[in-house]
């Protein structure tokens, strides 16, 4: 899983902050629910300034062709997932999660 921050102020250290608290087992985090209709509910907090959660967001499973590298051949196929989410207060900024789906 791979965290990728885009737009104004979310900075490389609220991604590692929120990446920290998905990986940390003691660290609680709600669970993130992906609706059938491809919106979001949920997830880790994102505006450490007010504890304000994930104001909305997207989901989408694509199949994307490998270009080489990591040890995996050439032209393969993987299954993906991108995870969009919207910061609170102003939903101006995003946070993007993506990974290969592996089972």
């Known amino acids: 899983l791979a965290i990728q921050p885009t737009m104004g102020g979310f900075t490389k250290d609220d991604a590692g902050r929120i990446e920290q608290q998905l990986l940390d087992e003691d660290e609680q985090c709600d669970n993130m629910i ?10 880790p907090i994102l505006n450490a300034e007010n504890g304000q959660k994930a104001v909305g967001g997207n989901w989408k499973v694509y199949q994307a062709e490998w270009g080489g590298g990591g040890g995996k051949m050439k032209g393969s196929m993987s299954t993906r997932m991108r995870i969009k989410l919207l910061v609170p207060p102003k939903k101006n900024e995003e946070v993007w999660f993506e990974g290969e789906v592996i089972r």
């Open 34 to 43: 992906l609706r059938v209709d491809g919106g979001v509910f949920g997830g």
